[in-house]
């Protein structure tokens, strides 16, 4: 119940996670002059199949964080824009804003989108963003699928609203929307463009199953220009250009803002397995079930009377995240007991934290009912600790 955070690895994956550890192993030099470039070209394939984008917009990176601070740290801003974010995001969007703020002298504010998280509509997310744009606003920074509480933004409906307000406005003024939707990727069936947003970020260790350590960035071609790389790439292209001084030549941009050095190559090579293993269920059918194992979960714990639910039931609010509160129990304790019962449940790592389940892919409707069993029996005793 807890296989968002990192993933076990399928067995396709875990295969060329070792058929590549072992050709390092022996050869490094020779496995890496031999293999990197296609292989990595193969990464960039299937993931360009999977969100349906043109690979040579996407960069490689080793996680969410990595992701939002390259995103970020590297975006062109000026004096005194704005860059707009919620209380409900996660630590890593935060201080990655709030450290460009610091150096660039911009201005960083947070938010709150809701005033009842049960009651809430997407209508009140819209517009209550909409409420807080500024003429300065240059960043709108928002996460897919709180891991605080489960909700997820209705993120096209978002991005055509600030559509219409940079209709009004300069392109260097125009309202850049960056995504963290690291918990959306390998639930949602849903093509990149057709999200809306400007940049997603997404850690590939989590929902997706991909090896642990990998993620990546994708921009709009359109929107690719404002953001700059503040890692050198070792794109073999730019490298040479660099090194055999060159005429400058067409790099993709997604090659230019992977950062360069040495990574856990065995990792990153095994990624293009994990795009081909949801591609093969097909994403429609790893979407349904998903959601279909959260909605039983979330049914079942409404009819327990000491249970209360901070997760939206609705779909188009929820994802594969549910969070609720245990009377007479920390949620520490609650996670530590069903842990006992071999149950993996985690807690919120946020200020206000609840007890989180999140079936996935892997997690059958027998193991639903069994958890739901276990918060029962929980319901009928206190915590040890009071």
């Known amino acids: 119940m807890a296989c968002f955070f990192l993933a076990s690895h399928p067995a396709s994956v875990r295969a060329a996670i070792d058929r ?18 296609h292989l990595e070209a193969e990464v960039l394939t299937a993931a360009g199949d999977y969100l349906g984008v043109d690979p040579r917009d996407i960069a490689l990176t080793d996680s969410t964080t990595m992701g939002l601070g390259l995103l970020y740290g590297g975006l062109t801003l000026r004096a005194g824009q704005d860059l707009l974010s919620t209380v409900h995001d996660h630590y ?13 002298g911009t201005r960083f504010r947070r938010i709150a989108l809701y005033r009842d998280l049960m009651a809430v509509t997407r209508e009140e997310i819209v517009d209550t963003l909409l409420n807080a744009v500024r003429p300065e606003t240059r960043v709108v920074a928002l996460t897919w699928v709180h891991s605080s509480t489960g909700l997820k933004l209705p993120i096209r409906d978002i991005a055509d609203a600030l559509a219409r307000e940079n209709a009004k406005r300069a392109e260097a003024d125009r309202i850049v929307l960056c995504v963290d939707g690291v918990h959306g990727l390998g639930v949602e069936d849903v093509r990149l463009p057709d999200l809306g947003c400007d940049f997603f970020v997404a850690g590939t260790h989590k929902w997706l199953f991909g090896p642990r350590g990998t993620g990546l960035v994708w921009g709009r071609p ?4 404002v953001a700059n790389p503040i890692i050198p790439t070792f794109n073999e292209t730019a490298y040479r250009i660099w090194m055999e001084d060159l005429p400058p030549q067409p790099v993709p941009i997604g090659a230019i803002m992977t950062p360069g050095g040495f990574h856990s190559f065995e990792h990153r090579w095994a990624l ?3 795009f081909r293993f949801h591609l093969a269920i097909g994403k429609t059918r790893v979407t349904e079930r998903i959601h279909a194992l959260n909605e039983q979960l979330k049914e079942g714990l409404q009819r327990l009377p000491g249970v209360t639910l901070r997760t939206p039931r609705s779909r188009t609010l929820s994802a594969g995240i549910t969070c609720f509160e245990l009377a007479g129990w920390k949620p520490e304790d609650a996670v530590e007991a069903l842990r006992r019962q071999g149950i993996m449940a985690s807690v919120t790592p946020y200020a206000t934290r609840y007890i989180r389940l999140a079936p996935s892919l892997v997690t059958s409707p027998e193991e639903v009912d069994r958890c739901l069993a276990a918060v029962r029996e929980l319901e009928k005793r206190p915590s040890m600790s009071g």
């Open 20 to 37: 590549h550890r072992r050709g390092l192993d022996e050869n490094p030099i020779g496995y890496w002059l031999d293999h990197s470039e």
């Open 92 to 104: 890593s969007t935060e201080t990655s804003l709030r450290l460009r703020a610091q150096r660039t």
């Open 222 to 225: 359109e929107a690719w220009p």
């Open 272 to 274: 293009s397995e994990a």
